[in-house]
């Protein structure tokens, strides 16, 4: 069981040749995924960004949508926010970008982004995204 944002959710869905390679790869290597539950809310928002710019039909985003909770092993509600505040604070992320980071190391599982900033931020706590074959 691996923890992952909504990079590598939307990755999967709308991601280039390579990004979606390396989250098919990161999906044989374990497909058990868990993520907070907003991250609903987020990929909904990237997908939405997609529709009103355009590049994708609402009848799309409305299947990718369908199809991301199937592909989300289990959607986290329960949260400590004032460990998610703290890191958020000590580390300069958004809540939301926490909450990611947070379930990883409350449940001692590897969290997975495609966000280098995120990543930087958080070395030590972010897995590399492995490369698509």
Do not use: H
């Amino acid at each position: 069981m691996i923890v992952v944002d909504c990079t590598v959710i939307a990755d999967f869905f709308i991601g280039n040749a390579e990004m979606q390679m390396s989250v098919q790869s990161l999906l044989e290597m374990d497909s058990e995924w868990i993520a907070p539950v907003l991250w609903r809310y987020e990929f909904g928002n990237v997908l939405l960004k997609e529709v009103r710019g355009g590049r994708m039909s609402a009848d799309l985003m409305d299947r990718y949508l369908a199809a991301g909770e199937k592909l989300i092993f289990e959607s986290v509600v329960d949260f400590d926010a004032s460990k998610i505040a703290e890191m958020s604070r000590a580390r300069d992320l958004s809540f939301y970008d926490a909450s990611y980071v947070w379930l990883g190391q409350a449940r001692g599982l590897p969290f997975y982004t495609r966000d280098g900033k995120l990543a930087r931020k958080c070395e030590g706590l972010v897995q590399p995204m492995p490369v698509g074959e």
